[in-house]
């Protein structure tokens, strides 16, 4: 573990101002309850049962996005987590900000409005000139500590997120804690078998600059979605383009042809690439192609076909340790469920060691029913995940250290 404190070590009625990520989907104007609530109601609630005073910052989209919204919504859903009343004022750092916070008793928590809504928040910038900023001074005289439970926003350099620590000794929440363990595993960690690495999903820019990461660290690399489609097409096969109307695969080919030319020709033992796609046909229906059988793309194809899932299984069931980036098909859409899904199961049923990252990859985990106990760990963090997995440190996370090693 690294040299961080972690909520256990809080002085005793402190006045702690914590960092979460509570970044939803917005739909109809309202945030959407998910896995980050239920996350972060644990460290929240331990710091209110401890007696701690709680405020709580978070940000909602970007400014300009559709989904830039008050956080008063997510005040009500992290509420119901907690089973207690959580305070919502629509002000960052003003007034009516500071005489929330100045009324709060023991164990009573406060969520402060979208951290974006304040100009200092973004852009990024340096710590030190973040912690100058108005946001940062206005806040901090008011709090004890402060506790970056962010670990999914930890390689972003907002005000929020590096400035107080700068200016308040910073400790790690639970979120954080689990998130960093588990995530950077696969650089600390040395694993007796295989080590192997699913990838899947639409960003594929992103996962192949992880596979371009992970050379001597992953054994294998189990393909599909749309990184997949352009390693086949790498390999002479003719998809991975897209089809009219389609916006997935070109851009990204371009951006990546010499890269995944290189991984193919250099590492072409450790990559996995599917045996078979799925499409929808004319009725509607789910069909699958073989890879002799495309001889040109003509439909797109949304999910790996099953023969490809049954040569990955055996894969997966001999592998010591397993990390998830990116589903294999379209498993919203159930027809097209197959490949992530029979990955995913494989996975629960063996006692490898194992982390599913990707927002969106490990909602399949509810959808279909199966049992998130059963994998080591389901991160709620995407782009910090990336960068964990290819061996790079967030400054959130180095400026807890720092904290710490400062004492
Ligand atoms: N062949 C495909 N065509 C189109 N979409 C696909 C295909 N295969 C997978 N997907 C989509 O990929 C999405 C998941 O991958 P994504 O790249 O968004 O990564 P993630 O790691 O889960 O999420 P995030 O990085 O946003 O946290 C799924 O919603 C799925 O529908
Ligand atoms: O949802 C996320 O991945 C994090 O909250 C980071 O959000 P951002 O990409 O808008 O900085």
Request: aromatic residues 6%.
């Amino acid at each position: 573990m690294s040299t961080f404190r972690t909520i256990d070590d809080l002085p005793a009625d402190s006045r702690v101002l914590v960092r979460l990520d509570l970044n939803s989907p917005i739909e109809g104007g309202e945030p959407q309850d998910n896995r980050r609530f239920e996350r972060h109601a644990r460290t929240v609630r331990e710091l209110a049962e401890a007696g701690h005073r709680v405020v709580c910052l978070a940000h909602q989209g970007r400014p300009g996005s559709d989904d830039f919204t008050s956080l008063s919504g997510h005040a009500t859903i992290l509420s119901g987590h907690l089973d207690r009343d959580v305070g919502f004022v629509a002000d960052t750092h003003g007034e009516d900000a500071i005489a929330a916070i100045e009324a709060l008793s023991a164990g009573e928590v406060l969520l402060l409005e979208n951290t974006r809504m304040c100009d200092d928040e973004l852009p990024e910038a340096e710590p030190a000139e973040k912690a100058e900023t108005a946001y940062v001074e206005a806040l901090a005289p008011y709090f004890d500590a402060y506790v970056n439970d962010a670990y999914s926003a930890a390689h972003r350099k907002h005000a929020s997120l590096v400035g107080f620590p700068l200016v308040l000794p910073a400790y790690a929440g639970r979120v954080m804690e689990t998130e960093y363990e588990a995530n950077t595993a696969i650089a600390r960690k040395s694993f007796d078998g295989p080590v192997t690495m699913v990838v899947g999903g639409t960003k594929a820019t992103d996962v192949i600059g992880v596979m371009d990461a992970l050379e001597g660290t992953v054994d294998r690399f189990l393909l599909g979605g749309v990184a997949g489609e352009l390693f086949l097409r790498a390999a002479g096969h003719p998809v991975g383009v897209d089809l009219e109307g389609m916006d997935l695969f070109d851009d990204q080919w371009e951006a990546n042809r010499e890269l995944v030319e290189g991984i193919l020709e250099e590492r072409g033992e450790e990559i996995h690439l599917a045996v078979d796609l799925a499409y929808e046909d004319d009725d509607g229906e789910r069909a699958e192609h073989t890879l002799e059988e495309i001889d040109e793309k003509r439909v797109g194809y949304l999910d790996v076909g099953t023969e490809t899932v049954e040569a990955y299984d055996p894969l997966i069931r001999e592998s010591d340790a397993v990390f998830v980036k990116g589903a294999l098909g379209v498993f919203e859409d159930e027809r097209f469920s197959v490949g992530t899904v029979g990955v995913l199961k494989a996975i629960a049923e063996t006692d490898c060691f194992s982390v599913v990252g990707g927002g969106d990859t490990s909602r399949a985990i509810e959808m279909y029913g199966l049992d998130e106990a059963d994998f080591s760990h389901v991160s709620i963090a995407g782009g910090a995940y990336i960068r964990a997995l290819t061996g790079k440190s967030l400054p959130g996370v180095e400026l807890l250290q720092a904290s710490a090693d400062g004492d």
